[in-house]
């Protein structure tokens, strides 16, 4: 038996290089235009940002620092870091003799633990600090975002609807954050694959990744319910065995509904992560009145009748949302699974019906990738010189709208 054991190897090592060779030559078109138009978008913000020089006069919490690429661990990045550095103190701490919306002290539990974990763990692996191992994760995730879902349009257009689809991926409106220290592409990796793996049938699989992504954003109750419906519909039409199903739909909640529940119980108050949200952020489903507010008022010059105006910032979102419904119904047209209608149709009924800093709804909105698929299929018809020559124009021009407006303009 020992004899033949040398001989066993040949085979299987052959065949496990031959699949690797074919994933290679599949997967390396996506990784490399997604990563190209991201570098060209990231070198477009770098040279806005040291061409303005704002940054040097801002504080290094909010969008400042000695160096333009600083910039990418301000804002949300700088809780992050204190999160990975010294982990989480969950309390409601009043700010003394508040009267307006903000009545309570920032705190990090509002930020959810995956990312920080994850960045703690790659700084105990590499060394790395906490700037450089958050940028670590969400370049990762962000090309394994840009995978997903061309694994996802590739099911409804082809190979070319894919690789659009990755593109636009790299240039959206909100795109700034792939790369900074930010939980977005983390999210959006896990959504892409939970919803791609709901559409393969590999529930379990499914279950697990919403399961991390409930620890990863609020906004995962949307993909959570997306998994839920799936999972009841594959039971009515009696597609799987009953009890895979059924555990997915069970485990997809527990990692977000562990958190809250966590969060709560450190604060002595159950709801206290909404009641965090609301008091030191200002951010609360209004059931659209704030965003009802900012659509009427944006296109008419009027930026004083709302809360938290960015002029600039909030033109750009104003059209992101025009866009995000516009491109909805030609979605349903091509009759999409279940998983990403729900995910898709309660992302955007969660971030347009919550009242929050309206120049952010730009990045809010990149979970909604299923928006995507209509014009990534519409592209497909594009020779591959046209596709690149519109995605590279869009890729340079997104270093203004999706990374200068958000962490300059605005408030990421």
């Known amino acids: 038996m020992t004899a033949t054991m040398p001989r066993m190897r040949g085979p299987v090592q052959a065949a496990s290089g031959s699949r690797l060779r074919a994933a290679a030559r599949r997967h390396s078109p996506v990784l490399a235009l997604f990563g190209t138009l991201k570098m060209t978008g990231f070198l477009s913000f770098l040279y806005l940002l040291s061409s303005a020089g704002d940054y040097r006069t801002k504080d290094p919490r909010f969008g400042g620092g000695a160096h333009a690429w600083d910039v990418l661990a301000t804002w949300d990045g700088w809780w992050y870091q204190q999160i990975a550095l010294h982990g989480y103190d969950p309390r409601l701490v009043p700010v003394p003799g508040a009267t307006g919306l903000i009545t309570l002290e920032g705190n990090s539990a509002a930020f959810f633990p995956l990312y920080p974990a994850l960045m703690r763990m790659v700084m105990a692996?590499?060394?790395?600090g906490p700037y450089g191992a958050g940028l670590l994760v969400s370049i990762l995730a962000s090309f394994a975002a840009a995978l997903g879902i061309y694994a996802i349009a590739e099911r409804f257009g082809g190979r070319r609807a894919g690789l659009a689809a990755?593109?636009?991926w790299a240039v959206w409106p909100g795109s700034g954050v792939e790369w900074a220290v930010y939980s977005d592409s983390l999210y959006v990796a896990?959504?892409?694959?939970?919803?791609h793996a709901v559409m393969a049938r590999r529930w379990l699989t499914a279950g697990v990744l919403a399961f991390a992504a409930g620890l990863n954003r609020p906004t995962a109750a949307a993909l959570i319910a997306g998994v839920g419906v799936a999972a009841l519909l594959s039971l009515r039409r009696r597609e799987n065995d009953s009890l895979r199903p059924l555990l997915a739909a069970a485990l997809a909640p527990l990692g977000l509904l562990g958190y809250l529940l966590w969060v709560g119980d450190r604060m002595g108050d159950l709801?206290?992560?909404?009641?965090l949200q609301s008091g030191a952020w200002a951010h609360e489903f209004d059931h659209g009145r704030q965003t009802l507010e900012v659509l009427t008022s944006v296109p008419v010059g009027h930026f004083g009748g709302y809360l938290f105006a960015y002029p600039f910032a909030d033109v750009i979102g104003v059209g992101v949302v025009l866009l995000a419904v516009a491109l909805l119904p030609l979605l349903l047209r091509l009759r999409p699974p279940a998983v990403l209608v729900v995910h898709t149709v309660l992302t955007l009924a969660l971030v347009l019906g919550s009242?929050?800093?309206?120049?952010?709804?730009?990045?809010?909105?990149?979970?909604?990738?299923?928006?995507?698929?209509?014009?990534a299929v519409a592209m497909r018809r594009l020779g591959p010189l046209v596709l690149c020559t519109l995605l590279g124009i869009a890729a340079l021009a997104s270093g203004s709208y999706a990374g200068y407006v958000l962490f300059e303009l605005g408030v990421p």
């Open 125 to 128: 692996v590499t060394g790395l």
């Open 166 to 168: 990755a593109g636009l």
């Open 190 to 195: 896990l959504a892409a694959w939970t919803c």
């Open 271 to 275: 709801g206290g992560y909404f009641t």
């Open 355 to 375: 009242q929050q800093i309206f120049a952010n709804v730009s990045r809010y909105l990149l979970p909604c990738f299923p928006l995507f698929l209509p014009l």
